[in-house]
C-alpha cells in the first residue's frame, strides 16, 4: 500500500495537466473571488471565505476529478489489472490513493493558504485543527467516490462526468455556502459532500469551531462510498 501510495504521489505531482486542476485552478478562483464582488458569500471577511472555499475545491480537484481520470484511463490501458495480481487488493488501492491524495493536499494547502495569507486571510487559530480534520476526511470520501466512478464505468464516461462533476460541485457548497444558495437548492447541497466540505473548512477557517453536522455527512458519503467501491470496483474494462 505504500509503495502504491509514493508511486501515485510521484505521479501526480510530476504530472501538468493534474497540477493545473490540482493547484491553478484554485488559485484563480481564490484570487477571483478575493478580489471582485461576485458571488455572493454572505457574512464574514470575503478573502477568509474565498481562502477556506479554495482549499475544498482543492480537495474535490486532487481526490475525485484527478483520481477519476487517472484511475479510469489505467484502468482501461491494463495498469489496474496488473495491480490485481498483486496482494494489494482493493483496499490497498483505495488506501494508497488516498494517501497520495493527502500529499498533494498538502503541497496544495501550503500553496494556497500562502497565498491566502498574502490576500489578507486570517484564520482563526483554534480552527486550525478542525480544518486538517475537515480536509483529510473530505480526501478519504472523494477518492472513494472517484475510485466507484472510475471503477465501474468506461474512461471516456468517467472523463466526461468526473468534470461535469468538478463544474457542479463547484457552485454546489464548495465556494458559495449552502446558506447562499437560492431555496431548496441550499438544503440539497449541505447534504452533498460538496456542502458538507465546504461548509465546514468555513467554519473551521472562520469561526474556530467543529463543524460536526458536515463532518457526519461526509463521513456518511465516505463509507458509503469505500464500501461500494470494494463491492463493484473492477480492474478491467
Same mark, same amino acid.
Request: proline letters at 5%.
Given at each position: 500500500?505504500? +509503495? /502504491?501510495?509514493?508511486?501515485?504521489?510521484?505521479?501526480?505531482?510530476?504530472?501538468? /495537466? @493534474?497540477?493545473?486542476?490540482?493547484?491553478?485552478?484554485?488559485?484563480?478562483?481564490?484570487?477571483?473571488? +478575493?478580489?471582485?464582488?461576485?458571488?455572493?458569500?454572505? &457574512?464574514?471577511?470575503?478573502?477568509?471565505?474565498?481562502?477556506?472555499?479554495?482549499?475544498?475545491?482543492?480537495?474535490?480537484?486532487?481526490?475525485?476529478?484527478? @483520481?477519476?481520470? +487517472?484511475?479510469?484511463?489505467?484502468?482501461?490501458?491494463?495498469?489496474?489489472?496488473?495491480?490485481?495480481?498483486?496482494?494489494?487488493?482493493?483496499?490497498?488501492?483505495?488506501?494508497?490513493?488516498?494517501?497520495? %491524495?493527502? =500529499?498533494?493536499?498538502?503541497? @496544495?494547502?501550503?500553496?494556497?493558504?500562502?497565498?491566502?495569507?498574502?490576500?489578507? +486571510?486570517? &484564520?482563526?487559530?483554534?480552527?486550525?485543527?478542525?480544518?486538517?480534520?475537515?480536509?483529510?476526511?473530505?480526501?478519504?470520501?472523494?477518492? =472513494?467516490?472517484?475510485?466507484?466512478?472510475?471503477?465501474?464505468?468506461?474512461? /471516456?464516461?468517467?472523463?466526461?462526468?468526473?468534470?461535469?462533476?468538478?463544474?457542479?460541485?463547484?457552485?454546489?457548497?464548495?465556494?458559495? &455556502?449552502?446558506?447562499?444558495?437560492?431555496?431548496?437548492?441550499?438544503?440539497?447541497?449541505?447534504?452533498?459532500?460538496?456542502?458538507?466540505?465546504?461548509?465546514?473548512?468555513?467554519?473551521?477557517?472562520?469561526?474556530?469551531?467543529? &463543524?460536526?453536522? =458536515?463532518?457526519? %455527512?461526509?463521513?456518511?458519503?465516505?463509507?458509503?462510498?469505500?464500501?461500494?467501491?470494494?463491492?463493484?470496483?473492477?480492474?478491467?474494462?
Amino acid at each position: 500500500m505504500l +509503495a /502504491e501510495a509514493r508511486f501515485e504521489a510521484r505521479a501526480l505531482l510530476a504530472n501538468g /495537466e @493534474q497540477l493545473l486542476v490540482s493547484v491553478v485552478l484554485p488559485a484563480m478562483a481564490l484570487v477571483a473571488i +478575493a478580489l471582485t464582488s461576485v458571488p455572493e458569500l454572505g &457574512p464574514g471577511r470575503r478573502v477568509d471565505l474565498a481562502t477556506a472555499g479554495a482549499l475544498a475545491l482543492g480537495v474535490v480537484s486532487t481526490a475525485f476529478t484527478g @483520481q477519476a481520470i +487517472a484511475t479510469g484511463f489505467d484502468r482501461r490501458s491494463g495498469v489496474l489489472r496488473l495491480l490485481g495480481t498483486t496482494p494489494l487488493g482493493r483496499g490497498g488501492l483505495l488506501a494508497g490513493k488516498a494517501v497520495a %491524495v493527502l =500529499s498533494v493536499v498538502a503541497v @496544495q494547502v501550503l500553496v494556497l493558504g500562502a497565498l491566502g495569507l498574502a490576500l489578507g +486571510a486570517r &484564520p482563526d487559530p483554534a480552527g486550525l485543527l478542525p480544518l486538517v480534520v475537515t480536509l483529510v476526511l473530505g480526501c478519504g470520501t472523494f477518492v =472513494s467516490l472517484a475510485l466507484l466512478l472510475a471503477g465501474t464505468l468506461r474512461a /471516456e464516461a468517467v472523463l466526461a462526468i468526473a468534470n461535469l462533476a468538478w463544474v457542479l460541485l463547484l457552485a454546489l457548497g464548495t465556494l458559495v &455556502p449552502t446558506d447562499e444558495l437560492p431555496g431548496a437548492l441550499g438544503d440539497v447541497a449541505a447534504l452533498l459532500p460538496s456542502g458538507a466540505l465546504g461548509d465546514a473548512a468555513r467554519t473551521a477557517f472562520l469561526d474556530g469551531g467543529w &463543524p460536526w453536522g =458536515s463532518l457526519a %455527512v461526509l463521513a456518511v458519503w465516505g463509507v458509503a462510498g469505500a464500501a461500494l467501491a470494494a463491492r463493484f470496483f473492477r480492474w478491467s474494462g
